[in-house]
Every structure is written in structure tokens, then in C-alpha cells.
């Protein structure tokens, strides 16, 4: 089970938000590439990032820090970052800068074609990001609430050959309330690659249990208000995670 610490980013800064909402954003640190070392340096055998301002903006912007990022630590562990990622240009860019997979959310959602294409010229390396409501895909920063079932897209967008996907239930993302097992296992069980789970990480307790769902299809797990703030230990939360694997 791998345990994979977030860094988001705003305006250059590490930040987390609650359910999405840009307003209501905590500042972490002023210096991401420093938590981006701690996490290495805790034993975290991947990095998410994304891109909150790229995300909302639908480009790039804050090329600066991400690239300073993968620098200091692009050569030690993956890196997967989603936000603002809407063309192959851009996908190229970062692949060039060291990143290892791409995240493609809502545009995925509005443009399978492009999902399609990212696919076929980067294969391997596009993760595609699902956020569900009950059930149903929502899109724009969680502003929208599609009419498209998450199963049935994810399916799809597997057929597509993409490399996992990443599965959110909005309503617990930030809000440190557990982990939506049932949905993330639901979504596992339909498809062949992995998925790994995001939103509402908070406790040992919640490692445990998704490292009970693990052969499910459940490969890891995204994690970030609980390690900021301190009721997740992310250093004994991926040793308990290792033992209960080899188990």
C-alpha cells in the first residue's frame, strides 16, 4: 500500500483546501520544495502535486516551484502532478522536467478525446483523475455534478489504457473524516487497473483499513490534511502500511 504524501500549490505555496473551495485555503509553508525533501525524507515512495491556480486557470502556473521540486527530489521517487494539464504540449513539458505521470481530471471528463490521445503518446505515464458526489463524476473544481456515473467512466477511460486511476469522494476531501472505502472498493473490484484512493485519509485506523481492501485492487492512498496537521504520523503510517502488505 502506498501512502502518498500531497503537496498543493498556490500562488507558490503549499496549501490545502477543504472540499475545493480556493477561498478557504490553510497555508502550510512558504518553501514546497523543503515538505517535498521532509516527505522524501520520511519514506514516502511518491509525491502528488497539483497545481490549484493551473487548475482553475486550465494552463500551467506555477512552473517555477514544480520544477524546482523535481529537481531535488524527481531523481529519488515518482512524481504524478494534475492541474491545468489540457494539451500534449504541456504533458511533453513536464515529462521533459522529470515528472512521471500525468493527472487529467475534468478535462478527461469534457475531452475523452484528449484523454484518448495522451494515452496513445505517453503511454504508461497518464493517471486519470475521478471525482464523484454520490456516485456521479463532478467536474470544474468540483463546482458541477455531471450525469455520468463513475464506474461506467472509468471503464471507459481504461479501455483508453491509462495507468490508474485516482478516486475522490468530494465530500470528505480535507474534512479529515475517513477514508470512503466502500465507493473506492466498489470501483476497484469493476476495473482492472489500479486505483488509488483520495480524500479523507485522517487516522492508522483508515490505513488499516485500506490495507484490508488492498487486494482489491486498491494500491495506495493520497494523503494530506492529516499529515499537515498531525493526526496522521506519515513516517509510521507507511511502516504500519509495509507490515500489514507483507503480512
Not at 500551467?60 to 515518482?78: S, W
Not at 484528449?114 to 456516485?135: E, N, T, Y
Not at 487516522?203 to 499529515?227: F, H, P, Q, W, Y
Request: glycine share 12%; aromatic share 6%.
Amino acid at each position: 500500500m502506498l501512502l502518498i504524501p500531497a503537496i498543493d500549490l498556490k500562488d507558490g505555496q503549499c496549501v490545502r483546501l477543504k472540499q475545493g473551495v480556493m477561498e478557504d485555503a490553510t497555508v502550510f509553508s512558504e518553501d514546497p520544495v523543503k515538505v517535498a525533501v521532509h516527505w522524501r525524507d520520511q519514506g514516502a515512495r511518491r509525491l502528488h502535486l497539483v497545481d490549484l491556480n493551473g487548475a482553475f486557470a486550465g494552463k500551467p502556473k506555477n512552473l517555477g516551484v514544480i520544477r524546482d521540486i523535481l529537481a531535488e527530489v524527481g531523481d529519488d521517487l515518482p512524481v504524478q502532478l494534475g492541474g491545468g494539464i489540457r494539451d500534449l504540449d504541456t504533458i511533453e513539458q513536464y515529462l521533459d522536467m522529470g515528472l512521471k505521470y500525468v493527472i487529467i481530471g475534468t478535462a478527461a471528463v469534457k475531452n475523452p478525446g484528449f484523454l484518448h490521445d495522451a494515452c496513445d503518446a505517453f503511454p504508461g505515464q497518464v493517471i486519470v483523475g475521478l471525482d464523484a458526489k454520490d456516485g456521479m463524476v463532478a467536474i470544474d473544481g468540483w463546482a458541477k455534478v455531471t450525469g455520468h456515473n463513475v464506474i461506467d467512466l472509468a471503464k471507459r477511460f481504461e479501455d483508453y489504457g491509462v495507468n490508474s486511476v485516482i478516486y475522490t469522494d468530494i465530500g470528505r476531501d480535507g474534512m479529515m473524516t475517513g477514508v470512503n472505502i466502500e465507493a473506492t472498493v466498489k470501483l476497484a473490484q469493476a476495473l482492472t487497473v489500479p486505483v488509488i484512493a483520495s480524500g479523507g485519509l485522517t487516522d492508522l485506523d483508515d490505513v488499516k483499513k485500506l490495507c484490508e481492501v488492498e487486494s482489491e485492487g486498491v494500491e495506495g492512498a493520497i494523503t494530506g490534511r492529516a499529515i499537515y496537521e498531525g493526526s496522521l504520523d506519515f513516517a509510521a503510517a507507511q511502516t504500519l502500511a509495509d507490515e500489514l502488505s507483507d503480512a
